[in-house]
């Protein structure tokens, strides 16, 4: 693995390398550790979980910052003829009962 300085500015990275004596307004030491930009998880079931979980705290401790939703023909609609169906269709995914389908 490479051990380079990483410059961030406004939430993306700008520079890589040797970046000493550039002006800085914060320093982390990440000796050790990997540095890495957010992670796309391209097959998740998080469409349904982030209904009841919006901050969806264990996608963000994994590094995930984005997520396809829907690929597994299943997605989040207002839902109305039928939300019972619709329920018990989902019960695999441990969708918490309080979450309202109907989005209002």
Known sequence: MKEQDVAVEG?????????????VARTIDASG????PGFVDVHTHSDLTLLSNPEAHSAVRQGITTVVVGNCGLGVTPVVAD???????????DLDPSVRWDLE
């Open 83 to 93: 939300p019972d169906a619709l329920r018990a269709a989902a019960a695999y995914f």
């Open 11 to 23: 939430g993306r990275v700008e520079a890589l390398g040797d970046l000493e004596g550039r002006p």
């Open 33 to 36: 550790q990997v540095v890495a």
